[in-house]
Nanobody, 122 residues
Framework: QVQLVESGGGLVQAGGSLRLSCTSS????????IAWFRQAPGKERDFVAC????????YSADSVKGLFTISRDNAKGLAILQMNSLKPQDTAVYYC???????????????WGQGTQVTVSS
């Protein structure tokens, strides 16, 4: 089992950057693939990016490809989502999740953080 805590959200102007962190308190962090999802009010939870347990492969949604970068440091139990060139449509609550499958489907991830709000003003 793994506990996840997100941080780093906030209010930023369009074109700005934010760095979201996902920290784990468990010793099994490296066992899991890690993904970021986001959910805007009234909308479904959407896939953003995923990184394999070893960190050797990453996957991103087309809408953020080349703008957002996912990374991890297993020794620190840390996953990062670096978000650049933010747009108002990126406004959402961002969640990190851990699972045993690489997937874009949130139902494949068993463990979730509480989420962090990202608001991008125009």
């Amino acid at each position: 089992q793994v506990q996840l805590v997100e941080s780093g959200g906030g209010l930023v102007q369009a074109g700005g950057s934010l760095r979201l962190s996902c920290t784990s308190s468990g010793r099994t962090f490296s066992t899991y693939h890690i993904a970021w999802f986001r959910q805007a009010p009234g909308k479904e939870r959407d896939f953003v990016a995923c990184i394999t347990r070893s960190g050797d492969s990453t996957y991103s949604a087309d809408s953020v490809k080349g703008l957002f970068t996912i990374s991890r440091d297993n020794a620190k139990g840390l996953a990062i989502l670096q978000m650049n060139s933010l747009k108002p449509q990126d406004t959402a609550v961002y969640y990190c999740a851990a699972g045993l499958q690489v997937s874009r489907n949130p139902s494949r991830f068993s463990f979730w953080g509480q989420g962090t709000q990202v608001t991008v003003s125009s």
